[in-house]
């Protein structure tokens, strides 16, 4: 294949000159986000909200201003001109930031919009890679240290295979192509593991990290988000028990809040594990404190009757003498003096130094003085094809021995919102596709045949339902993808018998001629489909029937669609509408419900009294690239049982002839019921 890789002190310079044009995009365009459904909690403070979201970069703002705005303004232009007050976060755990007002809204706020420079996480990535670029250019000694990061931007710069014996023995719950990856794992010092959805890439890299612990490696585990860290950790502890390697409770460490809600995850909290270990030690201070007070008590008490001329009883003097002797046999009272201040603060550097696994973001990585110079053995980075280059950077350069990469660049990218075309196609490449030097996935196979010691492909999924992996096989990976799962369709009787044993459920709406239409009250394309909405709630009539609303998920490709929707759900009569999952398909990357509805929204506007079909992102090929057949392959296969998609197929091939968006379409109305 061709090659365009460059040596690592130009990579490292391209990454912080994207980085500078990032940063003067996010100063000059605070970022922005709707927040929904806050609820009144009064015993966090006087005004004290919480709302759901999955923006972490909230967490990092050092200000945040808030505006309900006024929505009888006709045009945002107008809506900007009204105040943003200043609000503060008060805690971002589980999913829910809590935010305190100036003021009462009541038990509930519908909705708030909140703004904040979001540059925190990228001036600390700058801080590491200036650090890593001094490293580079250095003395040799620490250029050594930096052959992996190397090697993972340029396979051909060949790899010294690690000789230790490979400890992988009962493999058998993994299958060829799992167990292969494991083993390349075990022997090589850079792999790639390309995972297609629902191809068991977690339960894999659990067991990587497990015997690499096994093998006495000190073991960093990242992801983008809380939510994929807590589910790769506890693919590490399942693996752990499995091989019934004997781990100290914090020897494995999840560093950071936990996302989902699980006891493993808070014993193995390293905050929860260093206030465990403060407290111990406030324990035996508070022992060596005792005895000091005794001895000082009693030292003082002799002195003061020899000063009055008094005398000193023999229990007294014998009671000096004992404690004296055990003071002077524990190091001296000045040494106690040191033991019961040092006892009284923990090294949280230290303690993090001697965990074995430490689990946790890319962000946290960069943004805690406490991983600075901080060294691995092996590094794995889970879902690394939405992690731009420059992380990846800084993840490598941790490693000593041994670096995973695992991800699938068929599915979403890293974003960025500079207008630089350059950093922005640098920020925004991910790893696999970067390495490779590809451009679709074809030239990806390419790469992974070319390079069968550093790169796994998982060809086996277990999600989806066969004739739905059969689609995304094709249009997505080249027909590499293979399905072994029995389809186990839900039961039911009656008239929708055949809809429930459907795998796919393509509702074409051109029937009833929709129209879209534009809120331009709104920030931003903000478009509305009544149509669509209404087919929406039909399915969901449906679907409540036979699936828990927890277990129901509604993607839409716009923001303000999201809103729209959780307003429908809520003010619905249905039973458990409300608790139904609404996102834009970022949101529902990296997971998966039993039933999933993809509403497209976009159909023919009216202007000027004729139907006008036209293309916007996300799913603009000419704007988008290879992320609209990457947004696309995340839409189709987030549900295990049944996804229905609800699109108006006039206006699909109008404007998608021969594009993913319509290849897609064509396909899955095929195995539609």
């Not at 519908?110 to 540059?119: A, Q």
């Not at 067991?207 to 690499?212: L, M, P, Q, S």
């Amino acid at each position: 294949m061709p090659t365009a890789h460059k040596d690592l002190s130009t990579v490292i310079q391209q990454a912080l000159e994207a980085i500078d044009s990032e940063l003067e995009a996010v100063r000059l365009l605070p970022s922005r986000e709707w927040l929904y459904n806050g609820q009144k909690k009064t015993d966090r403070g006087q005004y004290v909200y919480g709302f759901e979201t999955n923006q972490i970069g909230l967490r990092f703002a050092d200000q945040v201003k808030a505006s309900f705005q006024n929505q009888n303004k006709s045009t945002s232009e107008e809506r900007d001109k009204e105040d943003w007050k200043a609000v503060e976060i008060l805690e971002f755990k589980d999913g829910v930031i809590w935010i305190e007002f100036d003021s009462d809204f009541g038990s509930e706020i519908d909705r708030v919009e909140v703004e904040w420079e979001n540059d925190f996480v990228w001036i600390k990535l700058q801080e590491q890679l200036e650090l890593l670029q001094e490293q580079q250019t250095s003395s040799k000694k620490q250029k050594i240290n930096l052959a992996l990061l190397e090697q993972m931007l340029d396979l051909d710069k060949g790899q010294l295979r690690n000789e230790q014996a490979i400890q992988t023995a009962d493999l058998g719950r993994f299958n060829s192509s799992q167990r292969q990856a494991i083993q390349l794992a075990m022997s090589e010092q850079v792999l790639f593991i390309w995972g297609p959805p629902g191809t068991g890439k977690t339960a894999s890299i659990g067991r990587v990290a497990a015997e690499y612990l096994r093998q006495g490696k000190k073991v960093l585990m990242v992801s983008n988000t809380n939510r994929a860290v807590d589910v790769s950790l506890l693919s590490v502890l399942q693996s752990i028990e499995e091989i019934g390697l004997h781990q100290h409770p914090t020897s494995v460490s999840r560093f950071g809040e936990p996302w989902l809600d699980d006891e493993r995850l808070i014993k193995h909290s390293f905050e929860a594990q260093v206030e465990k270990e403060l407290e111990e030690r406030k324990l035996r201070a508070e022992q060596w404190n005792t005895l000091l007070h005794r001895y000082e008590k009693a030292e003082e008490t002799v002195h003061q009757l020899m000063d009055n001329d008094e005398p000193v009883s023999n229990m007294l003097e014998l009671e000096c003498q004992e404690l004296a002797k055990r003071v002077n046999e524990l190091g001296g009272l000045a040494f106690l003096q040191q033991e019961v201040e040092r006892l009284s603060l923990v090294n949280e550097r230290h303690e993090l130094k001697k965990r074995n696994l430490v689990a946790t973001t890319l962000a946290k990585v960069c943004t805690s003085e406490l991983f600075y110079g901080l060294k691995f053995d092996a590094v794995i980075v889970d879902e690394a094809s939405m992690a731009n280059l420059a992380f990846l950077l800084v993840m490598a350069s941790k490693a000593k021995s041994n670096v995973v990469i695992t991800g699938d660049p068929m599915q979403l990218p890293p974003i960025a919102i500079t207008e630089d075309t350059q950093a922005r196609i640098f920020l925004e490449q991910d790893i696999f596709t970067w390495v490779a030097d590809a451009k679709d996935s074809s030239q990806l196979f390419e790469w992974h045949d070319q390079y069968p010691n550093n790169t796994a492909f998982f060809d086996t999924q277990y999600r989806l339902q066969s004739d739905l992996a059969g689609v995304i096989s094709k249009v997505f990976y080249e027909g590499r993808l293979k399905s072994e799962q029995l389809d186990q369709q839900p039961k039911s009787t009656g008239e929708m018998d055949a809809w429930y044993r459907a795998s796919v459920a393509l509702i074409n709406t051109a029937k009833y001629r929709p129209e879209l239409i534009q809120d331009k009250s709104e920030r931003g394309f903000s478009p509305s489909n009544e149509v669509h909405q209404r087919v929406m709630m039909e399915s969901v009539e449906r679907l409540l029937k036979k699936y828990d609303a927890s277990q129901i998920g509604l993607i839409v490709p716009f923001r303000y669609s999201v809103y729209q929707y959780r307003k429908a759900l809520r003010e619905s009569i249905l039973p458990g509408a409300m608790d139904i999952e609404v996102g834009t398909i970022h949101t529902f990357q990296g997971r998966e419900k039993e039933a999933i509805i993809l509403d497209t929204i976009m159909t023919a506007e009216i202007q000027y009294g004729r139907r006008r079909n036209y293309s916007v992102r996300p799913f603009d090929e000419t704007k988008n690239g290879m992320a609209v057949p990457r947004l696309l392959n995340v839409a189709c296969t987030r549900s295990k049982q049944l996804l229905i998609v609800i699109a108006d197929m006039n206006h699909m091939n109008k404007v998608y002839r021969n594009k993913y968006m319509a290849r897609i379409l064509d396909a899955l109305a095929d195995i539609s019921l």
